[in-house]
């Protein structure tokens, strides 16, 4: 493995992809001294081999003294121009100390595979398809929610993998444990899969293998797994992140699935909450006959009711796996193209993950790495609404992949790529995605081969998606006026489609930024002829840019922009809008609003006043449920450090932080517990909180409908039956 190719011209494959045919690779891992380990699987086995490795940092000049064990290479260009490579792993953390007491600008990888594979331009998993890697699931059931006391022991560990393989293991703890540790080496897993398994799995596995002092040897080589430092899982775009500490295991790769269904699901805002069961039942794999228990009662039911509690643990083991199946093959077909691990990929966002990619390429062609350009803001995509209330046969049009089309068609690209490599890169995602599509199509319905081209477009899809969020982010091949010019040219095109959709007699209701619902033409009806249409409006569009029909509706409630209901012909309800469905909502909120959207659809204005109504009656005479009423709260650093978060900081009292806790008001105005809920909840305080919730229907209603349906629950001044029921305060 040379350190320094020479400089070359890479093509855009070449600098997505990677150069190196190697296939089969399922992990790279750093050997003791010098070199990496590259482990190889093949249908019966997995083998490793030793590949040289030079760990390497990037500065912006030279440094001030010499690095010890290290070569200085000076790269084409400005920016990180200078490249110092180790002979050993010990002489990188030397040179790391060394070059942080300088406090000079260095750019490196602290995880030794990452740096390997940049270098190297090899890839995991390269000839593989999902089904091939082999995966395990574990689940465990314990004595309490911390392993700290004695006492918390673990009562079994439900073990599954994609083979086929199920096993209850019981026992002794150190039985449990020593019996978990052969049967990882007996099943050889590539991934261990987990439901929060790095916010308490592994942590309490580690922790009472330690107390029994007992090697949890689960690596390939023999190692035990170990916790990095806390880092930002990214969410979606614009700063939603949740902070989790890695747990990394020799030659494995770690999941979370806990994690990565809150990315799966942002767009499509199937789940309330992330637990595995409400992911099985809203994603359609719950069993029928699915045991629910409260986890603080497991203990008891395990001595009282072994069997129970065994099927339980059963079937959270299988969800798991089936929960991986649905939303980990992105990341799976994603690390065929990024220089990193697949656990990485898996909780990277895809704007680092371009960016890993760009870095490879300048690398490999010795040129320098520029330096990100300042944040700065700019004007994002247009979005209007132009009609609200309840509207009838409705039909959405989408420009497919808006930001790149717009990027290839008008040649946009970041200054600072002197090799050209971004939009080559981006032009060849999109033809592969095309190609993939195509043969996902092609393929028998259902087999190996429709899945895994279905699988690898969708992970083209969302890389081709991110391109534009890569150029207004904190990377070193940003480009602000690049990005500017970009949503500049869409806020036009999107704007001139509803205008051509208008003057040919549409009636355009939202428009937000890539797609436009809106009411087709008396003369077109039906499915077949408002696809024409789309069509027809689509050809008077720039080449290269490419307007679908992205689906038409029943009946749509436009509320306000980004915030709308849509109503399929076989009646099924889409929210969008945090205003309409939102997690962070006490579910007898969440409720009210859903019933009173079905009185909107069905024009029935007084069904939603007298709704209102009994909703107070029922939070005035206690007849809500108290787990209605509780809101899920996460504990943060500023929960005890915010002079403003003083209630909820004595609720959290004892708790770590990012634990979560169901909280809810007393008469008293202090927060509690749900555990502690003493028939003391402040129903004011949970009636003016539904008005404020009705408030979020009010453009739809119109001032004088909102006034005579929803009055302000005050003691004085409301009509008939709503009077006479707050005259009970």
């Known amino acids: 493995m040379n350190d320094v190719p020479a400089p070359q011209s890479l093509t855009g494959q070449e600098a997505l992809f990677g150069c190196d045919p190697t296939e089969s690779v399922v992990a790279v891992e750093p050997a003791p001294g010098q070199g990496v380990w590259i482990y190889r699987r093949d249908q019966s086995r997995v083998w490793r081999e030793p590949a040289p490795y030079h760990p390497w940092i990037l500065l912006t000049s030279p440094p001030a003294r010499p690095l010890p064990d290290a070569e200085i290479i000076e790269l084409e260009g400005e920016g990180y121009r200078v490249l110092v490579t180790f002979e050993s792993q010990a002489a990188y953390q030397q040179g790391r100390a060394i070059l942080r007491e300088q406090h000079a600008t260095t750019l490196t990888y602290p995880v030794g595979p990452k740096m390997a594979l940049m270098r190297s331009g090899m890839t995991l998993f390269k000839g593989m398809n999902f089904g091939e890697i082999v995966r395990m699931q574990c689940d465990l059931e314990t004595d309490g929610l911390s392993p700290d006391p004695e006492e918390n022991r673990i009562l079994l560990i439900a073990v599954a993998d994609n083979r086929g393989y199920l096993e209850l293991i019981e026992g002794d703890e150190p039985e449990i444990l020593e019996r978990f540790v052969e049967v990882v080496h007996e099943r050889d897993p590539d991934v261990i899969e987990g439901h929060n398994i790095f916010g308490f799995d592994f ?24 916790q990095g430092q806390e880092r930002n899982y990214a969410i979606a775009a614009g700063g939603n992140s949740r902070p989790f500490t890695p747990v990394y295991v020799h030659g494995r790769h ?207 899809k969302v890389l081709i998606n991110s391109f534009y969020g890569y150029l207004g982010g904190p990377f070193h091949f940003n480009d602000y006026d690049a990005a ?89 309800k889409i929210y969008k809008g945090a205003s ?15 019933q009173a959207i079905d009185r909107l659809l069905e024009h029935d204005l007084d069904g939603l006043g007298a709704l209102y109504a009994q909703t107070i009656d029922d939070l005035m005479h206690r007849r809500v449920p108290i787990e209605d009423l509780v809101r899920r709260e996460r504990v943060t650093e500023n929960t005890f450090q915010s002079e403003q978060k003083k209630r909820m900081a004595r609720v959290a009292e004892g708790m770590a932080v990012g634990e979560y806790v169901l909280v809810y008001e007393r008469a008293d105005g202090t927060l509690g517990r749900l555990e502690e809920y003493a028939n003391d909840e402040n129903t004011r305080y949970y009636v003016d909180k539904l008005y404020k919730f009705a408030r979020r229907l009010e453009e739809v209603l119109g001032e004088k409908n909102f006034a005579r349906l929803i009055p302000r629950p005050t003691a004085h001044g409301l009509p008939g039956a709503l009077q006479t029921t707050l005259d009970l305060f």
Not at 203 to 226: M, N, Y
Not at 385 to 395: A, I, Y
Not at 521 to 542: D, F, M
Request: overall charge neutral; aromatic content about 8%.
């Open 203 to 226: 942590p309490f596995l580690l922790a009472r293998a330690r107390r029994h002092r007992i090697r949890l040897e689960i690596g390939r080589d023999g190692s035990e797994p170990w």
């Open 484 to 572: 500017e010019k970009v949503t500049e040219l869409g806020r036009e095109l999107v704007q001139r489609i509803a205008l051509q959709m208008e003057q040919t007699g549409s009636k355009v209701i939202e428009i937000d930024t890539d797609g436009v619902y809106f009411i087709p033409p008396e003369s077109v009806q039906g499915e077949e002829a408002e696809r024409a249409y789309v069509q027809c409006i689509g050809e008077t569009l720039p080449q290269g840019i490419r307007l679908s029909f992205d689906g038409r509706f029943r009946t749509m409630l436009s509320v306000k922009t980004k915030n709308y209901v849509l109503v399929t012909y076989d009646g099924r």
């Open 580 to 594: 309409l469905k939102s997690r962070s909502d006490e579910r007898y909120g969440r409720r009210f609003l859903q």
């Open 254 to 460: 770690v999941l979370d699935t806990y994690l990565i269904v809150q990315r799966f699901d942002w767009a499509r805002q199937a789940l309330t909450h992330y637990g595995l069961k409400e992911c099985a039942r809203a994603y359609g794999f719950a069993e029928a006959d699915r045991v629910e228990l409260p986890a603080r009662e497991i203990a008891h039911l395990y001595r009282s009711n072994p069997d129970l509690v065994r099927e339980y643990a059963r079937q959270d083991v299988v969800e798991t796996g089936r929960l991986a199946e649905l939303i980990t093959p992105v990341e799976f077909y994603q690390t065929q193209m990024v220089p990193d691990s697949y656990g990485l990929v898996a909780v990277t966002g895809n704007g680092e993950k371009i960016n890993a990619l760009l870095i490879r390429a300048y690398l490999a062609a010795g040129r320098a790495i520029p330096c990100p350009q300042p944040s700065r803001p700019y004007a994002g995509g247009y979005t209007e609404v132009r009609r609200t209330g309840v509207m009838d046969r409705v039909v959405k049009a989408d420009v497919e992949s808006l930001y790149p089309s717009l990027m290839l068609t008008h040649r946009i690209h970041p200054r600072s790529d002197t090799l050209d490599i971004f939009l080559p890169s981006l032009q060849e995602l999109t033809q592969r995605r095309l190609e993939a599509k195509r043969k996902a199509a092609e393929s028998p319905r259902g087999s190996a081969e429709a899945l895994y081209w279905d699988g690898l477009q969708g992970s083209f």
